[in-house]
């Protein structure tokens, strides 16, 4: 059966429609409640309850005029709840069953279990159910420790002679860790790409805070922690190539290849290319967590370095002329562009003066030249010169992380940091600086970040509030 077979045709037709949102939302949280259920299913009478307390919770709109059959126009939220299970149900996502007691049970579809799988992997906080207290955020937070341990575990049990078996789920192990690495490089692409398309401050400090919560917590800091590669490595190797010489154990492993292939000799050449394929990988993987140490880095640092452009704009020329475009801007999409260009018009004055060089003028244009000679610094213009403690700090490092250390600790309040705190009106850029590089400081294990839902409003922008808090 192929693809077009196993999947209804009407399928993801909710996620195509205006309420492609409200739906979405909804089937990630009666998946999350489905599986709190038993193995047989969950009564349909709980996932209705609780997806109309999560209706009554959320902010999505539903459109009405959307939908096409009579039903579509549900006058309560349990209405609107029970339609889109229905809608749910008729797109082949669920199916409901009756038992002999007349109960209504509910099950996902194994595509939809898959798709509903793959969607919460991707993006764990894809609705505001899926927090951080959330079974998924755990599972998929610790993946790589997952898959490292269990390749490691397997090669190690002196106790388990079905080698065949071994190596096939080391093999599947390696693919998923290999598929965890893409991702996590993927998202790290998706961040950098986005410095240069995003101009607010706000937008640039939000994501740079969902970034630390969302990948370097989760991903990243774990990769170079808890799940460093570089613990195992050597051993899977070593254990993967003493595999590689057994006879016996890879008599079983190609035993096990027959099945797939349909001569004897390409079953061995597929084993042993899949073994070395295997060897290969975590040989080299070090190479791929360097790539996503420079990504990782890149993001930071453009951040940053857009974040002190931004803040500085308004003292050179590029910045003049940047307010300049974003007031012309502002005012052609509210309709008032004479009203603009009258404005701009007074900025500036060219003299429209026609240049030319005569036939006969002795003008030639000038050469590049160059001038090179020795320059001596006087010595005698050093007298009386001292390297003051005011001349040092001025040219210091005022970035390093003592200095970002020092101002977190100077301002924390009981192990506690608040931005706005810190963000006032009327506050220096020096200190907005300092904040956002204590931000990504605070990525440090000894460090818990909290997004609120507040507002820090500043005179040039306004961004979340945020916490930093000393771990322990």
């Known amino acids: 059966m192929d693809l077009f077979g196993m999947i209804p045709d009407n399928f993801f037709s909710l996620l195509s ?16 409640t489905y599986e709190t259920g038993s193995i047989l299913g969950i009564e349909k009478k709980i996932v209705v309850d609780d997806l109309v307390n999560y209706l009554d919770n959320s902010s999505f709109f539903y459109d009405v005029e959307d939908e096409e059959d009579d039903e579509s126009n549900p006058q309560s939220k349990r209405e609107l709840a029970n339609y889109i299970l229905r809608r749910m149900e008729e797109c082949g996502w669920i199916y409901v069953d009756v038992t002999n007691d007349y109960e209504e049970i509910l099950n996902f579809s194994d595509m939809a279990i898959t798709i509903c799988e793959a969607i919460l992997k991707a993006y764990p906080n894809v609705t505001e159910s899926y927090g951080e207290d959330n079974e998924f955020y755990e599972l998929y937070a610790n993946e790589y420790q997952g898959y490292i341990f269990t390749i490691y575990s397997l090669l190690m049990n002196q106790d388990n002679v079905d080698f065949a078996m071994i190596f096939d789920t080391v093999y599947n192990q390696t693919k998923q860790l290999i598929r965890a690495l893409r991702r ?20 640039l400090m939000e994501r740079l805070m969902t970034f630390k919560t969302e990948i370097y917590d989760r991903s990243y800091l774990k990769m170079k922690t808890s799940d460093n590669i570089n613990r195992y490595r050597l051993a899977i ?17 190609v035993n096990d290849y027959k099945r797939k292939y349909p001569t004897v000799e390409l079953a061995v050449q597929r084993a042993t290319r899949t073994i070395d394929e295997v060897i290969d990988v975590f040989n080299s993987i070090d190479g791929f967590v360097s790539e996503i140490d420079n990504k990782n880095r890149t993001y930071i640092n453009s951040t940053i370095g857009k974040i002190k452009f931004l803040l500085s704009e308004d003292d050179n020329v590029i910045g003049k002329l940047n307010t300049i475009l974003k007031h012309i801007k502002t005012s052609c999409a509210k309709g008032k562009t004479e009203k603009a260009m009258r404005l701009v018009d007074t900025l500036y004055s060219l003299n429209q003066t026609k240049i030319f060089v005569q036939e006969n003028s002795l003008y030639a244009p000038r050469g590049s030249y160059t001038r090179n000679y020795n320059q001596t610094l006087d010595a005698l213009g050093l007298e009386g010169f001292e390297l003051t403690e005011e001349f040092m700090k001025q040219f210091k490092s005022a970035y390093n992380e003592i200095e970002i250390k020092n101002f977190m600790e100077s301002n924390m309040l009981e192990n506690k940091l608040q931005a706005s705190q810190l963000i006032h009106y009327n506050t220096d850029n020096l200190t907005v600086l300092m904040t956002v590089y204590s931000l990504m400081y605070a990525s440090n294990l000894e460090y818990h970040i909290e997004i609120l839902d507040s507002k820090i409003e500043h005179k040039r922008y306004s961004l979340r509030d945020f916490i930093i808090e000393r771990r322990g």
């Open 17 to 32: 429609s205006k309420n492609k949102r409200i739906y979405l939302a909804s089937i990630l949280q009666c998946f999350k």
């Open 237 to 253: 190797v070593s254990k993967l190539e003493e595999l590689s010489a057994n006879e016996f154990a890879m008599s079983m492993i």
């Open 184 to 203: 996590l490089d993927s998202r790290l692409k998706e961040y950098i790409s986005s410095v240069v398309e995003t101009s607010e401050i706000k937008d």
